[in-house]
């Protein structure tokens, strides 16, 4: 059974910072392609980040460039979301998502990031 657990979300201050994990099972972590992707109220699924198998990564959005950095430990199954100078639009659900092929696609149950003061 393959499961992806989020952690690491949570209220801050504007200007602060927080790290999302998402640890992995029941799947040959190191051979997908890892994203996390965030939804906030009213508004669309948006992906935020990728990273390859091999540890190529990028950051899909424009607003989260140089803020936002995505990473993944290989031996730990875990792929991670460092948050810096956090925005109030930054406000979301965060989602990891593993990808590999066509088909395979699986999905966390997201964590709430919420950033206010």
């Known amino acids: 059974q393959v499961q992806l657990v989020e952690s690491g979300g949570g209220l801050v201050q504007p200007g602060g910072s927080l790290r999302l994990s998402c640890t992995t099972s029941g799947l040959l972590f190191s051979s997908y392609v890892m994203r996390w992707w965030r939804q906030a109220p009213g508004k669309e699924r948006e992906m935020v980040a990728g990273i390859t198998s091999t540890g190529h990564n990028t950051i899909d959005i424009e607003s989260a460039k140089g803020r936002f950095t995505i990473s993944r430990d290989n031996a730990k199954n875990t792929v991670y979301l460092q948050m810096n100078s956090l925005k109030p639009e930054d406000t979301a659900v965060y989602y990891c998502?593993?990808?590999?092929?066509?088909?395979?696609?699986?999905w966390g149950q997201g964590t709430q990031v919420t950033v206010s003061s």
């Open positions: 998502n593993a990808g590999r092929g066509a088909y395979e696609d699986y």
